[in-house]
């Protein structure tokens, strides 16, 4: 899917910045050379996603949950800079979901790629550290699900497998006509992509948007936190 890369050693100093050193040993994917997250052995479904900030304050089983980054970016900044702090915490858990940096759709097309290669980068290291991780699958505009830009690929697919596991978030994002356009759009060029077997859903799946796509892979809802606290279900299998 890619090439090995190594950073020689005077661009892989700890406080750059670009946090080099997780990416050392990652094989990358595509032009932009976006960090693989690498299917797993065997797919495994949580019984819940714990939001990154709520990890622990959790009243269930961890074992049983995913930790993921369904929030605003700010509760997880401190982590996006030094993962390593926060190894022992996401090892009580099942399982890790690559963090959901946002794309917004009025960002820069610049700041969208970046955001798609932490998000594998993150996702990478955490693998290489023998977590068991989802990647998270997020688009922006058309331009970074379609390969309507000057690329040949559509950059927000990179870095997963496919035949695989993946996860999305619909929470905030479907909301008014333009949300769910580009919504329902991002969902069908990445169900052809990358045909996954399994798509964990963090939010609600409004017919409008799924219906007609709930025959092309394995669908597994999960409330948002705060609806789960409220309401104290668990994921729709």
């Known amino acids: 899917m890619g090439q090995k890369g190594l950073f020689m050693p005077e661009f892989n100093d700890y406080r750059d910045g670009f946090n080099a050193r997780l990416v050392e040993t990652a094989t990358f994917s595509g032009i932009l050379e976006i960090p693989v997250i690498h299917k797993p052995d065997q797919v495994i479904v949580p019984v819940n996603l714990v939001p990154f900030s709520h990890r622990k304050s959790v009243h269930i089983n961890p074992k049983d949950c995913f930790v993921c980054f369904y929030e605003h970016d700010r509760r997880f900044s401190t982590f996006l ?42 996702g990478s290291f955490l693998q290489k550290q023998g977590l068991y991780v989802v990647p998270n699958i997020r688009w922006g505009d058309g331009r970074s699900y379609t390969c309507e830009c000057f690329y040949s690929e559509s950059f927000a ?62 669908f597994i809802q999960y409330q948002d936190w705060t609806s789960f606290r409220k309401g104290g279900c668990h994921g729709n299998r």
């Open 81 to 122: 800079q030094e993962p390593e702090k926060f190894l022992d915490d996401l090892r009580l858990f099942a399982g890790v979901i690559s963090p959901d940096c946002s794309l917004y759709r009025d960002s820069p097309l610049v700041i969208q790629m970046y955001n798609t290669y932490r998000n594998r980068a993150l």
């Open 157 to 218: 697919f990179l870095g997963a497998e496919k035949h695989s596991i993946v996860s999305i978030g619909t929470y905030g994002c479907i909301r008014g006509e333009d949300n769910t356009f580009h919504f329902k759009a991002g969902l069908e060029a990445m169900l052809d992509e990358l045909r996954p077997e399994v798509v964990l859903v963090y939010g609600a799946m409004p017919d409008r948007i799924f219906a007609d796509f709930k025959g092309t892979a394995r």
